[in-house]
């Protein structure tokens, strides 16, 4: 995720705000930039300017969408984790048993 820098710096009488980009997509970015014959500043402006346009409605639809997957596989892979500990273990699996029927017999009753 790109980081804007509230600060401003002056370079040959532009100002532009300062953009830290992690290094994985600071990569992704120049290689894009270097396929388009063009600078990095270009392209990530550039994508900005069209985010602006569309009223970020794309972006957001597509971080949302980026959470919501990240988030399930983790807590997908963690709850198998959980259950394969949990199974392991021969006491839990009876406890999880009794109070299961408890249950269920008290619903019956």
Known sequence: MAVVQPDFYHHENLIRKSIQIPSMQHKELKALAVELDSSLGDVVETIMNLMRQDNYEQ???????????????TLGHSLDEAYAY???????????????????EGMVA
């Open 59 to 73: 972006l957001r639809v597509a971080i949302t969408r980026k959470r919501e997957r990240d988030l399930s596989s």
């Open 86 to 104: 949990l199974g392991s273990l021969p006491e839990t699996l009876d406890d999880a048993r009794f109070f299961f029927n408890a249950g269920q």
